[in-house]
């Protein structure tokens, strides 16, 4: 069964750094796409990032330039940098992974227990 374990998260002040790790069972080039959603009380589910197997990257608008998909294959993780952390980036933080970047998109496909990430003023 695919698994997904997420660590990394924690409480850090606004402007500050965190980095989210992704372990998933088997190889990670066994998902054509894997991302980081997230989940906040009273706002909308958000996929942040994403990358494919070929490596190619998106980001929601509300991340982007502050926050870096990437994957280490020596360690079969996902990763993701995020800084210049805001308030409004408080969430769960959840790894996902898909057939496709389009199914990961719509929230179509596996996903973990989730980090929480808590962002201070």
């Known amino acids: 069964q695919v698994q997904l374990v997420e660590s990394g998260g924690g409480l850090v002040q606004a402007g500050g750094s965190l980095r989210l790790s992704c372990a998933a069972s088997?190889?990670?080039?066994?998902?054509?796409?894997m991302g980081w959603y997230r989940q906040a009380p009273g706002k909308q589910r958000e996929l942040v990032a994403a990358?494919?197997?070929?490596?190619?990257?998106k980001y929601a608008d509300s991340v982007k330039d502050r926050f870096t998909i990437s994957r280490d294959n020596a360690k079969n993780t996902i990763l993701l940098q995020m800084n210049s952390l805001k308030p409004e980036d408080t969430a769960v933080y959840y790894c996902?992974?898909?057939?496709?970047?389009?199914?990961?998109?719509?929230?179509?496909?596996?996903w973990g227990q989730g980090t929480q990430v808590t962002v201070s003023s």
């Open positions: 996902g992974a898909a057939n496709s970047l389009l199914l990961l998109s719509e929230f179509r496909g596996y």
């Open positions: 088997g190889s990670i080039f066994s998902f054509n796409a």
């Open positions: 990358i494919t197997s070929g490596g190619y990257t």
